[in-house]
Structure formats: C-alpha cells, structure tokens
C-alpha cells in the first residue's frame, strides 16, 4: 500500500511517498480502507520533532481517517466490513496511507448525507472546538466567546458551535478572506489581528466589559493578552501553542480578576477520559448530516502531495479542514 513516511525531522521535503504492506488487524481492531485522511498542526509538530512523546522516524504520520471497513478482528461485533466509518487513530502507524488500523472505541459511523471527506474533520477539530468550547469552557448562551485563529480547522467548528449555542462570537483573523468566511459561519464580530490588536478590539466592541470564554491554541503572547480581554470570572481554555512559544501565567492577574485557565490536550483526555471526549461524536456527526452544521473543507489535496498540504498549514494559507484524498 502507499503511505507517507518521515523518515527525518524537517522540513514538509521531509514527507515522502513510500510502499509498505497492508496491515491486518488483531483481534480488536478494524482495518480501514481509507478515502479521507485528516491533517493537523500536531502533524507538523511531529514532523519538526517538537512534539512532547511524539513518534521517532521512520514513522507514518496522520490522526484521523474516513473510509469502508475492509475487515475486522474477530473480537469486533459492533463493525462489519463494507461501514462507512471515520477514526482516530494513532500517529506513528498512521492515517496518511492506503489502509489504517482503528480501535472501535475510537470509530463512528458516518450518517449517508455525510461525506467521508466532510467526516475526517470530527475526530480531531471537531471535538477539540467542542471539548473545549463545552466540556472544560462550560459555554452558555449568555457568554461571549473569543475564539482565536477562527478561520481554521478548529475554529471554524468552534464559531458554529458557538453560534448554535446562542452565545456572542467574537473570532480573529488575519485576512479579509478569512473574515468574510468566519462572517458567514455566524460570527459576530470578526477582527482582523494584523489591523487591530484584538485586546484594543475586544475592550471598544464590549465597552470594557471583556469577553467571557477564551479559546487559545496559539500561546505565547496571545495568551497574555487573551487574559487581558477576559471579564472578571472569565475563563481561558488553553488547547495548543501553534505559535511554538509557552506560556508563564502571571497570578497575580488571576487572582485580581478571579479568573480560571483550563488545559486541554486531546491525546492526554482521550487516554484518561474517552467517554468525555468522545461523546459528543456521533450527535456532531447527526448535525452534519441534518445541515445544522458544516466541515469547512477549501483544502482537499492528494497524498502524494502531502508535502503541500503541510506548507499551506504552516504558512497559514489554509480556511478549514486541510484533508487528503486518496
């Protein structure tokens, strides 16, 4: 079967089509044939080596996949072969390839209105922007929410989150692009970053009060700020740090606000809590399939050209889900 492989920390050059072959699955596993494979920042930070546990080289990156069972372990009852099916599943056996092997706690049935393409977007940004948002944010209608990087993968799942929940959504953005599609998901106050500090934006746009859920996957002085944008009580859940920079916390502008900063890190709840993390899966499915919601897919690439895939990633030149086809 063909699959990427990284064979060495790098750079996207470092991504390369390889031929290995086809798994088969123990006695509690499915095997996938895969049509859709998701991309994630956490592929390039494995990539780059800057990933905490990450895989060592040579190793097949990807989380998540959607494609048909091809076959099933003979412990499986839940799967037969012919499901159309979307996974989590782990990097470093990975989803950028032909076949993938899944775990069933790990696997849902995708509904018929639903592509596999538009299902490869659930297990990762999906669920992170609903975790998050719900979860560990406790977000209600009342609230207003400030979700950053809104025109990606993440994001835009969050400002429709969101949105349905009745809450007032203030996203950020860096192009005018990316506002006019966060704009039609229902957010409503887009802020162009690179124009407007989104601190200065947040204090004219609230009259000083601050916002009261913050989504950070960013780090670094974002998060500094985002504390800064936050109403006394308010609440920072704090899921990635795709700006490469940590974060220190300051206490005493904790304390002085009264406020709470939650960590959320997929792989880490998935392993302690499955049941939290997965739950909401199957309802995300069912609201993609009614129209309620929708995968922003403006980046579907071939896996032989997953080296592009992470370039548009990297440089931020990507709305939405980037996904690969096979």
């Not at 990807?62 to 009852?77: D, M, P």
């Not at 297990?123 to 998050?132: D, S």
């Not at 002085?221 to 009580?233: E, K, T, Y």
């Not at 890190?265 to 392993?271: F, I």
């Amino acid at each position: 079967m063909r699959v990427i492989e990284v064979r060495e920390y790098g750079t996207p050059g470092v991504l390369q089509m390889e031929t290995r072959e086809q798994p088969t699955p123990s006695h509690d596993e499915l095997l996938i044939e895969v049509e859709a494979a998701g991309v994630n920042f956490a592929d390039v930070m494995h990539r780059r080596g800057t990933y905490p546990s990450g895989p060592s080289p040579a190793y097949v990156p990807g989380f998540e996949v959607a494609g048909v069972v091809e076959s099933t372990g003979s412990a499986i009852e839940s799967f037969d072969s012919g499901d159309r099916v979307v996974s989590y599943v782990a990097s470093g056996t990975g989803g950028y390839a032909e076949y993938a092997l899944a775990k069933p706690i790990h696997t849902f049935y995708v509904p018929d209105p639903v592509s596999l393409h538009e299902a490869v977007a659930v297990p990762i940004q999906f669920l992170t922007a609903h975790n998050c948002l719900f979860e560990w944010g406790d977000l209600d209608e009342n609230d207003r929410v400030l979700i950053h990087a809104a025109a990606g993968g993440v994001g835009t799942a969050a400002v429709q989150f969101a949105r349905e929940a009745g809450a007032e959504v203030f996203g950020t953005a860096s192009t005018g692009v990316k506002l006019d599609r966060i704009d039609a998901l229902g957010c409503d106050h887009c802020i162009n970053y690179t124009e407007t500090p989104f601190v200065e934006a947040i204090d004219q746009l609230t009259d000083g009060a601050g916002v009261d859920l913050v989504l950070d996957g960013v780090g670094g002085d974002v998060h500094h700020n985002s504390l800064r944008a936050l109403a006394p009580f308010g609440r920072l859940v704090a899921f990635g740090v795709a700006s490469g920079e940590g974060t220190q916390l300051n206490s005493s502008g904790l304390l002085t606000k009264n406020l709470q900063v939650y960590g959320y890190h997929y792989g880490g709840a998935l392993a302690e809590a499955p049941t939290r993390v997965l739950g909401p899966a199957d309802g995300i499915l069912q609201q993609l399939a009614n129209g309620t919601l929708e995968a922003v897919l403006e980046d579907t690439i071939p896996l032989e050209k997953a080296t592009t895939a992470h370039q548009r990633l990297e440089n931020r030149a990507s709305i939405g889900k980037i996904v690969l086809t096979l």
